[in-house]
């Protein structure tokens, strides 16, 4: 599958989470995936984002990376994995995004009106846990990105066809 075919097949099937998805049409979508939220996240406007510019920029970059969120799962599936294995992967980077998130919070508050008590309450869970994950997240990052480097299961499993087989 060539990358316009990866792209559009890509977006087109961007709440489909059932099936198979081969690696080139997931390795040819994966950099759109990857650029379309950050994209929003760096271009959206106030005015577009609504509710807060915080809170409805991490809403609409969800909403973008659904794509790639589907297109994991099917790639997840051609190899004869589960979906979850994706999450068992990627939940510890998102962990280590947040807890420096709340860590900054908390220096923040600690720094401002708010004082000790409320900062250190945020920024010493926060700092013990991006500490932790400083070190777990890139390697089950790697596990990730290694399983989705997997090769295809050349027959049906229980997740389907092969993709060469599906017909648009």
């Not at 994991?72 to 280590?96: C, K, Q, V, Y």
Request: charged share 10%; proline share 9%; aromatic share 14%.
């Amino acid at each position: 599958m060539g990358p316009a075919q990866a792209i559009w097949t890509g977006l087109a099937k961007s709440f489909q989470f059932s099936g198979r998805a081969s690696r080139s049409e997931f390795w040819w979508f994966a950099p759109v995936g990857v650029a379309l939220p950050a994209a929003v996240a760096i271009f959206a406007p106030p005015q577009v984002t609504g509710f807060g510019t915080l809170v409805g920029k991490v809403f609409i970059v969800l909403a973008a990376a659904t794509p790639l969120n589907a297109i994991a799962s099917r790639r997840f599936h051609d190899a004869g994995m589960s979906h979850d294995e994706f999450w068992r992967g990627i939940g510890p980077t998102i962990g280590l995004v947040l807890s420096g998130f709340f860590l900054a919070f908390g220096l923040f508050a600690i720094a401002t009106i708010w004082g000790m008590g409320i900062g250190l309450l945020i920024a010493i869970p926060s700092f013990i846990a991006f500490s932790v994950l400083l070190f777990v997240a890139p390697v089950t990052l790697g596990t990730t990105i290694g399983q989705l480097l997997l090769p295809s299961q050349p027959n049906t499993n229980r997740y389907g066809p092969p993709p060469s087989e599906v017909t648009p």
